[in-house]
């Protein structure tokens, strides 16, 4: 992000290589940070993904999907179960982050916060007051679509996706 402040040629120069990417590639969807991630490197993600798609003509439309990590989400509108064989395969790539692990064990701490994700989104996605689904495991994130150089609301309300339901049916077409 202090790039984009303190250096904004530099900062220019990568947000047009992220569009003319974006436009080549005409990506159904984009996962990338949620705007207040805490980490300066997921917020500088976010603003370059969202300068990125503000250059690009009228006609570009993508689904986005912002994620959370550091920092959680104050209004994520989906969330997303994962199996128990999801979360086995997810600490293990986690693991060869041998650098990452060693000075704080995310891979060892994965789970928990996964099952908090589960507390957090029943009341946040589902509603206040709300039954939280039957998922051990789940993550949270924003669902979007951008459209005529802004963003649109996609889901009417939360939305619980279980892990065996096909992602597809989130999107329409």
Partial sequence: MNCRT???KRWNELVA???AILKEHQPHTIFFPHHDDWNSSHIGTHHLVVDALGQLAG???C????TEFWGAMDTPNLMVESTEQHVVDLITA???HVG???RNPYHVRMPAWMIDNVRRGGELVGGQGGAAPNF???TLYRLRRWRNG???QVLDKGRFLAAAENPRNLFGS
């Fill in 6 to 8: 303190q250096d904004p």
């Fill in 59 to 61: 006609g570009f439309s």
């Fill in 17 to 19: 290589r992220i569009a």
């Fill in 150 to 152: 802004a963003f649109d």
């Fill in 63 to 66: 689904y986005s999907v912002e």
């Fill in 100 to 102: 990452e692990v060693r």
């Fill in 136 to 138: 051990a495991f789940a």
């Fill in 94 to 96: 986690l693991s060869f």
